[in-house]
């Protein structure tokens, strides 16, 4: 008796197996964006999920996905042994064949396409304009005291207290002068510490809003009171009655660029529709999509991310929404986190930039 044909035995697994990647994967994703948002306790939390289910479902989709084929793979590349007898083997189709040899590529490695694991490569510590960091510093304590109703004694206390705690944790991730008020990566830290202490000491959802409008407004006076700033020249209209949207953008990018001068993004990019002013005109919203990169709180706003909380260090997204406002947009805004370099070790991820997505509207009268 010769050997029993074990080839349908192999095609039912590959149904199985591709039932399973189809139909498996997206509802075990679903479950995990679910399971995030029912332990936020305000709507607005939703962007806690948007900023970082990119690299929590990438990733965790793409482990799920390779232990599958490994073991999928491992058994149907165990059955091949009992086919191995055939006379007349049955040729493999190309998907089948595909599969195969990444199962293969999964189980033993590709010699031409070696794993490579990505390091982080800490950036130099940039400089920012002293004079617009310690402005900042001062806009942000001067906030937390008025909407906390603390003693500007108590609030210094409790800033002090938490860079204590945080400080050596901060070093270690990003070295830095504690005593250079420049230092880029001094200034991060010490935005954390101080919305920290901000965050612990406001409850009102409401007076933190107060707290991030005082000091968006803050940001923009900073920028417009430097030597031969541009923002000086700006001559305000209603959007809501003329000009076009287009000329608001070119303003904005003004601002940026003032914003990058000090040291405080690295750059930036604006990338709006080609027929915005045709959108605007016609009464829609338009969504404009801003970049910062590399901006100076950028490690603190990571970290409050990661404590699953949507207060952080709001310096730029607000200046530009508070300005657009005073030409008679209504700018709603969401961030997240990029990571601009490719990297095919999904564990390395590391953003590097902060994306400010605009949802532009007319003011209501």
């Not at 108590?154 to 204590?164: D, F, Y």
Request: net charge neutral.
């Amino acid at each position: 008796m010769g050997v029993p044909h074990s080839y349908p035995k192999l095609n039912a697994v590959w149904i199985l197996f591709i039932i399973g990647l189809v139909y498996v994967l997206p509802v075990i994703d679903g479950f995990q964006a679910t399971r995030i948002v029912s332990k936020q306790q305000h709507p607005q939390k939703m962007q806690v999920l948007k900023m970082e289910q990119r690299s929590l479902s990438s990733s965790s989709r793409r482990k799920l996905l390779s232990e599958f084929l490994v073991a999928g793979g491992a058994f149907v590349l165990s059955n091949k042994k009992a086919g191995a007898e055939e006379k007349k083997p049955r040729l493999k189709g190309a998907a089948e064949l595909d599969l195969e040899y990444y199962i293969k590529d999964l189980m033993n490695g590709n010699d031409q396409t070696p794993s490579v694991q990505t390091v982080k490569v800490l950036k130099p510590a940039r400089n920012i304009d002293a004079n617009f960091a310690r402005t900042l510093e001062d806009l942000t304590f001067t906030a937390i005291v008025q909407e906390s109703g603390l003693s500007k004694d108590e609030v210094k206390n409790r800033i002090e207290n938490l860079k204590g705690k945080v400080q050596d944790t901060f070093q270690k991730k990003a070295p830095f002068d504690a005593d250079n008020i420049s230092d880029q990566y001094r200034f991060d830290m010490n935005s954390y510490v101080q919305y920290k202490v901000a965050m612990m000491s406001i409850e009102s959802l409401i007076r933190r809003i107060n707290l991030v409008r005082y000091v968006g407004e803050g940001v923009l006076a900073a920028l417009a009171s430097r030597p031969n700033s541009s923002l000086q020249a700006f001559q305000v209209f209603d959007a809501r009655k003329n000009g076009q949207l287009s000329t608001v953008l070119e303003q904005v990018e003004v601002l940026l660029s003032e914003l990058q001068g000090t040291g405080f993004i690295k750059g930036y990019r604006v990338d709006a529709p080609e027929d915005l002013d045709e959108d605007w005109t016609a009464g829609f919203p338009v969504e404009v999509a801003i970049t910062l990169e590399d901006p100076a709180t950028l490690g603190a706003a990571l970290q409050f991310s990661g404590e699953r909380t949507l207060f952080h260090p709001d310096y730029a997204a607000s200046a530009m929404s508070l300005f657009m406002k005073k030409y008679g947009i209504k700018a709603k805004y969401q961030e997240y986190f990029i990571d601009s370099t490719y990297r095919p070790d999904p564990t390395a991820y590391q953003a590097s930039e902060v994306l400010v997505q605009f949802s532009l509207d007319r003011l209501s009268t």
